[in-house]
């Protein structure tokens, strides 16, 4: 994981770099509204597999997963804009709950 949060920070500033002329809270919503945009071309790519878009255009499993990975390194670094310093922690924490909730779940 030190490696995914290594590269995500380093993505972050890059990122930052190229929106330097944008208020940092514009920059953080904008980041925020990328996930939504990889996740909706995500779906895009799923319907397109199913045959449910008229746009033509041929789709397989590797690209819906392209674009799933685009959702979550989208989502990992508007966690990293809102909170540079705490966004593993809080990330950490958030999966620890949720898998715990999901292992208590599956034991019953």
């Known amino acids: 994981m030190d490696d995914l949060w290594d590269n995500i920070t380093k993505l972050s500033a890059v ?8 208020p940092e809270a514009e920059l953080t919503s904008l980041q925020v509204g990328k ?3 990889e996740a909706g071309e995500a ?3 799923l319907h397109g597999l199913k045959g449910l878009t008229t746009c033509g255009d ?3 499993w590797a690209e819906v997963q392209n674009d799933l990975v685009g959702a979550v390194i989208a ?3 508007a ?3 809102i909170d540079r310093d705490g966004a593993r922690r809080t990330f950490d924490e958030i999966f620890h709950r949720r ?3 999901g292992r208590a779940a599956a034991a019953a």
Request: hydrophobic letters at 40%; a positive charge.
């Open 79 to 81: 966690m990293h804009y």
């Open 35 to 37: 996930v939504a945009e």
């Open 75 to 77: 989502a990992l670094l």
């Open 58 to 60: 041929d789709h397989h």
């Open 99 to 101: 898998t715990r909730r």
């Open 15 to 22: 990122c930052r770099k190229a929106g330097e002329h944008l």
């Open 43 to 45: 779906m895009h790519a």
